[in-house]
């Protein structure tokens, strides 16, 4: 499938980042499902698996492409959960903003967690630069 063919929306960061025209720090993508590392991750590690046709949520998205994504989440969660060696995986998916969704474009969040490990707020949440997210796919793309 081509990018060019896809439905996208002009002012979405994802759609931005899916066409190439915004940084990121992929580490999956096929024709239709793009992962990469959030640039105010929660964790060392955590990724973002997003449609690559613009779809706000899960009401709007087709059920097959909504497949597409859940299984390369899957893939990616054990790809973060060795890359990272993280003793376990939030996988999260929000939808709406009462549920919080920021970016209204469908995403997964993969979230490695290790025991122990304080929860962020969102509010501490901090900007990484592309230099570390790099370093950190290349860990965990040795994996995928």
Do not use: W
């Not at 959030?38 to 964790?43: E, G």
């Not at 709007?60 to 299984?71: C, R, Y």
């Not at 979230?111 to 509010?123: E, F, L, N, S, V």
Request: charged fraction near 20%.
């Amino acid at each position: 499938m081509c990018v060019s063919c896809l439905k996208f929306d002009d002012g979405c960061i994802f759609c931005k980042i899916v066409q190439k025209q915004a940084p990121s720090s992929i580490i999956y993508e096929d024709d239709f499902v793009m992962a990469f590392l959030d640039i105010r991750p929660a964790s060392e590690g955590h990724v973002l698996v997003v449609s690559k046709e613009h779809y706000e949520g899960i009401f709007d998205v087709p059920s097959e492409l909504l497949g597409k994504v859940h299984q390369v989440a899957k893939t990616v969660a054990l790809a973060v959960k060795q890359g990272m060696n993280a003793d376990g995986i939030c996988v999260l998916q929000q939808n709406g903003k009462a549920a919080n969704q920021e970016v209204f474009h469908l995403h997964v969040h993969i979230i490695p967690r290790h025991y122990g490990q304080k929860t962020k707020m969102h509010q501490e949440l901090q900007t990484i630069a592309y230099e570390q997210l790099n370093l950190t796919a290349n860990k965990i793309k040795t994996y995928l």
